[in-house]
Structure formats: C-alpha cells, structure tokens
C-alpha cells in the first residue's frame, strides 16, 4: 500500500479514499481488511484530518462492527507499530490482565508480583487514570523514584531479573490507537464495543503474552450498569483474544461498591502493600488471586484454576510475592532503602508516600464515632462536600456490605472449559 496523498486522502493507485470508505461505513457496509489497512496506516502517519476520524469513530459507533470486522481492525491497530518479542525459553510464560477499571481497582499492584513469584513473564503496560479515578501508573508513581517510563529493551531487562514490570505506553507501540483513543471521548463513541475491543486488544497483543485475563465490570461505579452489557463486551473481548492466538477469559465483577477500603494513588498502594503482606480487605485478595488463578491454570503453571487461585494465595501469605514487588520497585528506580523501608518496615507507610496536609474524620450523627477519614491538600472541606459525604452514609441493624463474591461470571476459552469440564 502506498502513502496517502494530502489533497485527496487516496492511495496512488486510486483504489482506495478516506471519503468514500466513511461513506461505506455511514451507510452500514462492511470493511475490508484492504480498507481499514489503508484507513490505520493513514490514521498513523497523519494523513487523515481530526473531523474524519470523528466521522469513522461515529459511524462504527452507529452502525458497529461485525466480530470479524473487529477483528481486522484490531490486528491493523497492533500491526501500526512495535510488536513485543520474548527469548524462546519464555514460550508460553507470558501472561497480562487487562480491567475496565473503576474506584479503588488495585488489583495489578499485588498481582503482578504474585505472578512472577509463580513463574509467569509479567510486562504489564498500564494506563492513566481516566475521570475521577488513578490509574495503575498514577498509583506508582506516588512512590518515590518509580519509574514507568520504560523502553523495550529496559523491560527485556527487567522481566530477566524480577519477572515482571509495570510500565507505560511506548510511542514504539500501536500509534494508531494513540490517536483513535484521544478521539473517542470528544466524539462520544467511547462506548462503542467494536472500538473498545479492538483498543484493549490491539495493546495487549502488542505485548505478545500467552494468556490474558480481563476483568469486566459493571454496576453503579462502572462503566457498564448492567450484567448483560457487561457481558457482551466480555464475550466480544474473549472471542477476538483468542482470535489473536491469545488464550483469553474474562471475569465479570460486580462494582457497586468501591474495592476495598482506601481510595486515593498513595492509599490505594498501601493496601496493596497490606495485600502482599497477607492482611488487607477480602474484595481485593479475592480478585487478586483469582484473576491470577485463571492465568496460571490458562499457561500451564497450574493443572486447574483452584489451584491456582491457592498458589497466589499462598505467595501472598508467606511473603514472596512482597519480596518481589521490592524487587520490582528498586529494578524500576526507587532507591533500595526506600523499597526496604516500604515492603519490610513498619506500617507506617507515610515515612516514604508523601502524606495529605489535612486529614479529616467525619462522624456518625447518632453515636458522634468516626466513619470515613479524608485526605486532602486544600484548607478545608466545603460544607457542601462535607454534606455530600455524609449522605451517603445510612445507618441500619443490617451490616451494610455483607460478604459476597464480586466475581458474577466467569468466561473461559473454549479449549480449557472443556479441559475442565473433562477435569471436573
């Protein structure tokens, strides 16, 4: 395919143009892999203007995709820059997790490590906080000296010595996507399911791992309120992973409710670090050692996810995944005193994360006990914020969370459902 032309946004051969492929897609036509080839590669060296990608964003947002549709275009999208290569020794080790995110979602944090303690290859390429919420690398970079911004060959590095590392986007990977990303929100097509696959997926394959767990939520603090549109992405998430060649499954959890009980980059990290030690709230250790149950079973560290979900525990409980997750800070720039004092010294995790200049407790209106506590910079609270806060409080005889499963669904690859049906 030849470089497109400025003027008339055509291939050199005329075969192919920007306005009429808009034109297809408005008017519910199916693309073809020559068309979205072209479309991506113009996308990627600047070729077409903002107000036609909106146009394309919105037409696939109207008139969707089919499953096969999706799939090329998630393959040209991972095709448009670097794809990540691994030593042959590592054939069948590398392994990621991917969420839909929502408020309090740490799970990566004290997954990642358990991971490589069990013998995965974790290079794990995360995002930014996205509204309200802190991203993983938001959360991380609370730490003092950690450094996301890592290269491939940095990462082969880590992955060598740690087994795992948690890092930003490079401008060596999907470019396309990059671009197509920043778009979605000002257009309105950020819930398009065909964009949403093909923009998680085409990352993730850029990584090259072997098997890929998603962790899809719905409810009132997700994206997705209901179960079954939950659902739908998750299916179309798995079945264009395994398209791929990636073993892929999905959770789908439920979030109506934060996960766990600190909010905020540098509180969220401590109760991971809480994780790691054993300790920490039961919504977060039971994602975290599922999640990485159904990865271990999926690559072949583990004969069925069960025992996989005890081999993370496990690596929680007796410390080895804390270790690694030192390991893993010092491997990606924090000083060795810093990561010692974080992961073995006392609790008192302000010493190193930078701490809030107030800290409020607001009370129950019966009994005058504390019920939340709120870490902020500015001077004070705004009577509004502060009676915001205190509405959502309800006092009852019921225990108002009680303990329940997050995890409502679990979609496998087909290969290994029967496997573990054959199992059970």
Known sequence: MQQTSDATNEDTHGHLSVPELLRKKRDGGRLQEDELRFFIRAVTDGKVQDCQIGAFLMAVRLRGMEPDETLLLTREMMSSGKILAWP????????????????????????????????????????????????????????????????????LKILEKVGCCIVGQTEELVPADKVLYSMRDITATVDSIPLITSSVMCKKAAESPS????????????????????????????????????????????????????????????????????????????LVTWTGGYLLWMCGRAVNAKQGVEMIGRSLD?????????????????????????????????????PAKHREELKTQRAGTPWIRIHHDTAQLADRQKLSLQAALLLGDSAPFPPRSRIAEIISPEGLKKRQDAED
Request: with cysteine.
């Open 211 to 286: 098997a890929l767990v998603l962790d899809v939520k719905y409810g009132d603090a997700a994206f997705y309120k209901t179960l079954d549109s939950a659902r739908e992405l998750a299916q179309s998430l798995v079945a264009t992973g395994n398209q791929l060649g990636i073993s892929t499954a999905a959770l789908i959890t439920e979030m109506d409710c934060p996960i766990g009980q600190r909010i905020g980059n540098s509180l969220e990290v401590m109760e991971s670090l809480e994780c790691l030690k054993g300790r920490g709230p039961p919504d977060l250790r039971e």
């Open 88 to 155: 042959e020794a590592w054939r069948g080790l590398v392994v990621d997790k991917h969420s839909t995110g929502g408020v309090g979602d740490k799970v990566s944090l004290p997954l990642t490590p358990a991971l490589a303690v069990c013998g995965c290859k974790v290079p794990m390429i995360s995002g930014r906080g996205l509204g309200h919420t802190g991203g993983t690398l938001d959360k991380l970079e609370s730490v003092p000296g950690f450094n996301v911004s890592q290269g491939p060959e940095q990462m």
């Open 318 to 354: 007796d410390g080895s995944a804390l270790r690694r997750f030192q390991a893993m800070l010092e491997a990606q720039g924090v000083d060795s005193g810093t990561a010692q004092t974080l992961c073995m010294g006392s609790n008192d995790y302000f010493k190193v994360l930078r």
